[in-house]
């Protein structure tokens, strides 16, 4: 039998649950990732958009399912749940899609599900 409260429950906070993982799963990875290498020089110009924002946003407009440019606004809305630490255009998260780290830190997202399911 279906229990409809806990139906309803699960449907309202759905969202809210999915943010809350993102940033949590993103900040665990990047952290994993900081501690095993060498901190990154930075070179001349502006500075970088912080690789795990990116991959947080990026994971954000998945679930959504929606383009660069809505993403962005997304981005706007979201920003301090996901704990973002500055707004970025459209264009950054198009390039994020290409960028070596971002790249990491999802495969380390990976790596913490994996390391989850076969710890029970």
Known sequence: MTNWAQYDQAQI?????YLDNIRDLVDE?????????????????????DPADIAKTL???????????????FLLLFREKLDISRHFSYKTIERGYDREPVNE????IVVITNESVEGK
């Open 59 to 73: 994971l954000l407009q998945t679930y959504t399912e929606s383009s660069n440019r809505v993403a962005e606004g």
């Open 13 to 17: 906070y759905e969202m809210i649950d």
């Open 105 to 108: 830190i999802i495969d380390e």
């Open 29 to 49: 990875a990047d952290k994993r990732i900081k501690e095993r290498a060498p901190p990154r020089k930075r070179g001349p110009g502006r500075p970088a958009v």
